[in-house]
Nanobody, 124 residues
């Protein structure tokens, strides 16, 4: 499966942004889908995941501000980012893999397929 992330850009603190991740090569309806991010000099970290049954999971620092959703008809996953902060600045990646289990969702090394990343920059 190929993943194409888009929607990044420059936004002021307190603003909003919506990222999209469109898959090709196979349908995503049976896949768990996730977003990760990587800031300069830091390791890639889990942001959010949505299971094929639409259960959602979030990293603590984005709870209440970010919302992950999916539109299987469009083969697309979204990350709505509200009340963004300068510390949200990073490259955001979507990811998936066949056979993911719930406990492995936050683990980057559990994923086989990654999008190319989209840059999000939050100015203070």
């Amino acid at each position: 499966v190929q993943l194409q992330a888009s929607g990044g850009g420059l936004v002021q603190a307190g603003g909003s942004l919506r990222l999209s991740c469109t898959a090709s090569g196979r349908t995503i309806n049976m896949l768990h889908m996730s977003w990760f991010r990587q800031a300069p000099g830091k390791e890639r970290e889990f942001v959010a995941a949505i299971t094929r049954s639409r259960s959602t999971y979030y990293e603590d620092s984005v709870k209440g501000r970010f919302t992950i959703s999916r539109d299987n008809a469009k083969n697309t996953v979204y990350l709505q980012m509200n009340s963004v902060k300068p510390e949200d600045t990073a490259i955001y990646y979507c990811a998936t893999s066949a056979g993911l289990i719930i406990s492995s969702l936050p683990l980057a090394n559990a994923y086989n397929y990654w999008g190319q990343g989209t840059q999000v920059t939050v100015s203070s």
